[in-house]
């Protein structure tokens, strides 16, 4: 709909002058657009012009626009203009210059006081402009991907900017002191900034920023946040993953409007690969800790001890990191998702929040104590698959109602008592299913067989609803485990797939399906197939068990 909208105003449009473009108020058709910039023949009429060249770059002069005063949108990609830019027209208020062959935007360009976006991604800037220009009105600088970008422009007289996307700017070293006047500033897009350094003092103590991103920040350079960074009353997203950051400053416990904290590090073998540094072997492998430290890593010093005061964080990640304990967290009320993933020398995790619903802790080899999960009843998805050490999750069979997916894959030294309650608790938890490292076929499912394939008549109901399946297979190898019920006395059938997040091997999965979806009845013969899409061959044992909402009489 929205395309044949944008359709019949183009006909509206050109319908007015059919053979003179030059009087359209949008000139969007690339040969129209080609023509009228060659010619230099725009009037006054035109308010919106686009012309893009994905490929090959084209020409043209500035005098082009000279006629066109009353030109508010102008979206270019991969257009040269040659010339003087005071021919540009006044009443600008969006510009987007995509690959943009200017390395600095000229002086003659700034009398643009209704300027207020200005989009120059894949640029070939090295400096914004010289020295400090005046944009009154500007709200908006993205200038994302210009890799030849060396330092932001000074901010002195844009004092209404709000948004500052420069992600993705490899050869930028720094930004302008001037933007701690930015009062109004709320976005920060620092993102793959390999090469800044850092940020200045006075940006730390603006009072309007709500967003800062600086993940990929990480030449051995970004080493830290100031303390300043308390100050930010109005932060509620700070993501910071793969930088040199090695500790928080204690003040970011005061960012009371924080909601979304990740400082994930990458681990060593990435950072490596990420940094370009070459592989080590024998005797150089012993050095590999100092390397790790200078890449950066919160370590038990570098998480502050009264996080969990952060009474409005709702997302926490702070994977791949050094430290061996952590704070508790049990303070945050409105966490809901915290990722440890690849914390190499974690062994506890402590207190959590009964508001969690998503952790993952997987890849933790050293973790061995869970917190107990008995009141953890809004938790819908656990991962902490790879710890080997890992014994029980205390109280996590009272939690079961709420969740849908667990999974503990190669966590090989599970008691066998806690397996089975965990799997006996499972009945209407959900698909998405329980993964164990385990061979076990659970005694009390009623259908049984060797291979992918289980076949079943539902029997009388004695008064008695059948509430679903309860399902279980033993693997060697999955990536896309494939299930498929066929109701040979109704003809139907219903195919589900679950997709497995890691490679597991000698895996126990076991899930439930509602009868909501089966709509099976008494009497029905059905056959339940497994199949992993990749290795359909490798099922060793499946099984069935039937769920009704109370024993037989």
Sequence with gaps: ?????????????????????????????????????????????????????????????????????????????????????????????????????????????????????????????????????????????????????????????????????????????????????????????????????????????????????????????????HEDLGEMESLRVLKADETSISQLPHTTVRLKKLTHLSLRAAPCGERLYAYGLPSFSGDQITNIHIIRHTMGALNDDGVPKDLGSLISLQYLDLGGNDFHTLPSFSGLSKLETLRLSKCKFLHTIPDLPTNLKFLDANGCPALETMPNFSEMTNMRELHVSDSCKLTEVPGLDKSLNSMTLIHMNNCTNLTADFKKNILQGWTSCGLGGIFLHWSYVPDWFEFVNDGNKVSFDIPPSDDRNFEGLTLFCISQFSSTLAITIINNTKHTKLRETITIRLYVRDYLWQGHISNDKLNLQSGDKVDVIFGDTDYPDRMERTGVNLVWDKPVK
Excluded at 115 to 142: A, D, H, P, T
Aim: charged share 25%.
């Design 1 to 225: 709909m929205h395309d044949l909208l944008q359709e019949m105003a183009r006909v509206i449009i050109s319908e007015k002058s059919p053979r003179q473009p030059e009087k359209w108020s949008r000139l969007w058709n690339p040969q129209d657009v080609t023509n009228v910039l060659t010619k230099k023949s725009g009037t006054e009429e035109v308010e919106g012009l686009a012309l893009h060249f994905p490929n090959k770059s084209s020409c043209f002069s500035t005098e082009a626009f000279a006629h066109m005063n009353k030109l508010r949108l102008l979206d270019l990609e991969n257009v040269e203009l040659n010339g003087e830019y005071e021919h540009l027209p006044k009443e600008l208020i969006w510009l987007r210059w995509h690959r943009c062959h200017l390395q600095s935007i000229p002086d003659d360009f700034f009398n643009q006081d209704k300027l207020v976006f200005l989009e120059m991604i894949g640029s070939s800037l090295v400096n914004v402009w010289e020295g400090s220009k005046s944009l009154q009105n500007l709200k908006i600088i993205n200038l994302s991907g210009s890799s030849f970008l060396i330092t932001s422009p000074d901010f002195s007289q844009v004092p209404n900017l709000e948004e500052l996307i420069l992600d993705s700017c490899i050869s930028l070293l720094e930004i302008h002191p001037s933007i701690g006047n930015l009062t109004r500033l709320s976005l920060v897009n620092l993102e793959g900034c390999h090469k800044l350094v850092s940020l200045p003092r006075d940006f730390y103590r603006l009072k309007s920023v709500e967003t800062v991103l600086l993940n990929g920040c990480y030449q051995f350079r970004f080493r830290e946040l």
